[in-house]
C-alpha cells in the first residue's frame, strides 16, 4: 500500500517536473527504407542529417522492427507488444480503401497515451496506418493530443489524397491541402517544435511516408496507382545513380534527409537540443521493386529473413548518449515503449510488454541484455500476393519458416547475411526452436491491460 501512495504521489509531481528532468523526444520513422538505404550504414544514398545522429550518438547494428510490413511494425512500436496481441489481427497492411472495420482498439494503450497522461505535450505528424473507418481509430483516440497527416498506407505526394480519396487531417477533421507531402510533414514538425514551451515536455512521433511510393489516380482505369513522385530537383541530384528505379527512391530519401536536417536545426534554435532524444529508425526493411534495398542482408519487405526486420537505428541525447558510440546488442522497437516511459517517469508495471527497458544501453553502462526472444509473424495478404511468414530469434539463433513453408535454421552470430542453412547440422536445436514458435504463437495472443484488469478487480 505504501508503495503504491508512493506511485500515486509520483505520477502527481511528474505533471510538475521540467523538461530538463524529463528528455522531450522526437521519433523519426521513416517508411521502407532498408539497410541500405542510408548512408552511414554503407548506402550510396549519401543522408548527411540522419547519419548526423550516429555521429553525435548511438549507432545500433541489431535493431529490429516488430514486423516487416507498415501496420504491425507501427502496432508493435506504439503499443510494445508483438502484433499477435493486437485484438483485430493486425498482421498485414489495412488497405485504405476496404479495410475499414479494424484498427487499433480502445483498450490497446499506447505509449503517448501514458506520456500524455503524464504531463507531455504529444504530437503525430505523418502517417498513422492503425484505422481509417470510425473516428475511434484515429490517433487523436489514441494518445496524440495533435495529429496533423494521413491515415492510409500512403498518399499522394502532391494532393495528399490517397488515389482521389481524402485523407489528409488536422486532428479529426479532413483538410485539403497542396504541396509536398515530405515538405509539408516537415513544415509542420518545425512549426510543432516552435510552439513548444519548456515548461512541458513533448513527444512528437514524425513519421515520414517516404520514402515509400505515393498512391496517385490513373483517370482513363479509374484506379488508384501506386506511383513514385520524387521531386525534380531531387531527382536531378542523384542523376548518377543509373538504375532509374533506385534513383526516384534516393531522390525521395535525400529530400526527406533534407526535412529531417530542418526539424535538427529547429531543435538546435529553439533551444531543445541538450533536452532531447530524437530517435532515427525506419518501419522496415526497403522494397526492391520501388528502388530500395538492404544489402547486404537477405530478403526485403514482407518477408522475415533480416533484411525485413532489421533496420537502421540511430539515437542522440547529448550529454547523456556518448557521441561516437555504437552497440550490438539485439534490440526492438518494442523496447521504446518501456525505455521512453521510463526516462519520462511515467509507470508501465501491469502492461503487458515485450520489450525491455533499455535505458541502461543508451547511457553505456549496459552493453547486452540477457538471452532475449522475438517472435514475428506477418499475415497473408492475398491482393498483396503475400503469404505468411513466422519467425522466432532466440539469443544467436534464428528459426524462420516462409509462406512457401521452406524452414531455416541461421545462427546470426556468425551468419548475419543468412547464407547458410543448418537445420541438418543441428536437429535438435531446429526442432526445440520450431516448437517453441508453436508456443509461442498460442502464447502471445491479445491481453487485457492494466486499467482493463484493475476494473475487473484481478
Ligand atoms: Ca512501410
Known amino acids: 500500500m505504501i508503495q503504491r501512495l508512493i506511485l500515486v504521489a509520483a505520477c502527481g509531481l511528474a505533471g510538475l517536473l521540467n523538461s530538463a528532468e524529463r528528455p522531450n523526444v522526437v521519433l523519426i520513422f521513416t517508411d521502407d527504407q532498408g539497410m541500405n538505404d542510408v548512408g552511414a550504414y554503407g548506402s550510396e544514398i549519401a543522408t548527411p542529417h540522419i547519419d ?128 509536398y507531402a515530405t515538405d509539408l510533414i516537415t513544415d509542420e514538425a518545425v512549426k510543432f517544435l516552435k510552439r513548444q514551451k519548456k515548461e512541458q515536455p513533448f513527444f512528437l512521433y514524425l513519421a515520414y511516408n517516404a520514402p515509400h511510393f505515393g498512391k496517385g489516380w490513373d483517370p482513363t482505369k479509374e484506379l488508384a496507382v501506386n506511383i513514385m513522385q520524387p521531386p525534380p530537383a531531387d531527382l536531378a541530384r542523384e542523376g548518377h545513380i543509373k538504375d532509374p528505379v533506385r534513383r526516384t527512391f534516393a531522390a525521395k530519401v535525400v529530400n526527406m534527409d533534407d526535412g529531417i536536417g530542418r526539424v535538427l536545426a529547429a531543435l538546435k534554435a529553439n533551444g531543445q537540443e541538450r533536452d532531447t532524444l530524437v530517435i532515427f529508425m525506419t518501419d522496415h526493411g526497403g522494397d526492391y521493386e520501388f528502388g530500395g534495398s538492404n544489402k547486404p542482408f537477405r530478403g526485403e519487405k514482407a518477408t522475415l529473413f533480416e533484411g525485413g526486420i532489421r533496420v537502421p537505428c540511430l539515437m542522440r541525447w ?26 519520462a517517469k511515467v509507470e508501465v508495471a501491469g502492461y503487458p510488454l515485450d520489450g525491455e527497458d533499455i535505458t541502461g544501453i543508451l547511457t553505456g553502462v549496459q552493453k547486452t541484455l540477457p538471452v532475449r526472444e522475438l517472435l514475428w509473424h506477418t499475415g497473408s495478404h492475398t491482393e498483396l500476393k503475400r503469404g505468411t511468414w513466422t519467425a522466432l530469434r532466440q539469443g544467436d539463433w534464428k528459426f524462420l519458416e516462409t509462406s512457401k513453408g521452406e524452414q531455416f535454421l541461421f545462427n546470426l552470430s556468425q551468419d548475419q547475411h543468412e547464407k547458410a542453412n543448418l537445420k541438418a547440422q543441428h536437429p535438435k536445436l531446429f526442432n526445440d526452436l520450431r516448437k517453441r514458435r508453436d508456443a509461442l504463437l498460442k502464447e502471445c495472443l491479445p491481453k487485457k491491460n492494466h486499467a482493463e484488469s484493475q476494473r475487473q478487480g484481478e
Open 318 to 343: 547529448p550529454g547523456r548518449i556518448q557521441a561516437g558510440s555504437t552497440n550490438d546488442a539485439v534490440l526492438s522497437a518494442l523496447d521504446l515503449f518501456p525505455t521512453i516511459c521510463a526516462l
Open 52 to 179: 548526423s545522429l550516429g555521429r553525435d550518438g548511438m549507432k545500433f547494428s541489431q535493431w529490429y522492427v516488430a514486423s516487416s510490413i507498415c501496420t504491425p511494425s507501427r502496432f508493435g512500436l506504439l503499443t510494445g507488444q508483438f502484433p499477435t496481441r493486437s485484438r483485430d489481427g493486425l498482421l498485414s497492411a489495412l488497405m485504405f480503401l476496404n479495410d475499414k472495420e479494424r484498427g487499433i482498439q480502445q483498450g490497446e494503450v499506447t505509449f503517448p497515451a501514458l506520456l500524455r497522461k503524464g504531463g507531455y505535450h504529444t504530437a503525430l505528424i505523418g502517417k498513422w496506418h492503425l484505422g481509417h473507418g470510425a473516428k475511434t481509430f484515429l490517433p487523436t483516440r489514441h494518445g496524440f493530443s495533435e495529429f496533423i497527416g494521413h491515415t492510409g498506407g500512403c498518399i499522394d505526394f502532391y494532393t495528399m489524397r490517397y488515389g482521389i480519396q481524402r485523407d489528409w487531417y488536422h486532428d479529426e477533421k479532413h483538410v485539403d491541402e497542396y504541396g
